[in-house]
């Protein structure tokens, strides 16, 4: 248990679906990222909030939406998504945006036909 | 953030200390070098970082030469659940958002 969960775990989906995934974190950090992790792939940041704004988009598509209503919650709104987009979704938070390490948690496993 | 070298995958027996080398040789004076393993179907977990001198914590050891080109990763006693991915990142200090960049780090099998 790192503090940060996530829901669901696992997410199956079709490229016409709408849905999202939640994040949540219990240690009162203050920084919260998304990473997408697809197979045989390095670890990608997606998103980086910090003090509920956001302070990072690595290029990601629109149809990737964030959205962190406060310093404990993180959201990633999926839409019209196509297949590649198939990966484990994972979010982490630290304490400050300097030196903290990150928390992880367990990520969701994504799939979408 | 300068890049890092790792071998892909290394073997350890059970009980011995896994030393797991990275490379990084264009670091500057101002980047650190973390840690970081994910263990199958996991996320990643902290484990040590340092930047200058060498560190210990409850998980690891983290040995810095002294020109900083390059780092290692000691697990003291390796046991089974120690088996998983490491990684090893150099990061710049950056405020107002902290950005982990995460290679392909090392498969650490350990060997009953």
């Known amino acids: 248990e790192t503090g940060v969960t996530q829901t669901p775990r696992h997410l199956v989906m079709g490229m016409t679906n709408k849905k999202s995934l939640k994040c949540e974190q219990h240690l009162g950090h203050n920084a919260m990222y998304w990473y997408k992790q697809s197979a045989k792939k390095p670890l990608e940041l997606m998103f980086v909030y910090s003090l509920e704004e956001r302070v990072e988009n690595n290029s990601v598509p629109s149809r990737f939406s964030p959205e962190c209503p406060n310093s404990s919650h993180l959201f990633l709104h999926l839409h019209t998504l196509q297949p590649e987009d198939s990966a484990l979704y994972l979010c982490?938070?630290?304490?400050?945006?300097?030196?903290?390490?990150?928390?992880f948690g367990p990520g969701t496993r994504l799939t979408v036909l | 953030d300068a890049k890092t070298t790792q071998p892909p995958s290394m073997d350890c027996a059970e009980g011995r200390a896994a030393n797991l080398p990275c490379n990084h040789s264009?670091?500057?004076?101002?980047?650190?070098v973390y840690w970081y393993r994910q263990i199958h179907s996991q996320g990643p977990q902290y484990i040590i970082h340092g930047l200058k001198n060498n560190e210990t914590n409850e998980m690891a050891s983290l040995i810095i030469t002294e020109d900083r080109k390059s780092s290692t990763l000691i697990l003291p006693h390796a046991t089974l659940r120690d088996t998983a991915v490491y990684y090893c990142i150099v990061r710049v200090r950056n405020f107002g958002n902290e950005k982990l960049t995460f290679g392909t780090g090392t498969r650490l099998t350990i060997i009953p």
């Open positions: 982490a938070s630290s304490q400050d945006n300097s030196l903290g390490e990150q928390f």
């Open positions: 264009t670091i500057s004076g101002n980047e650190y």
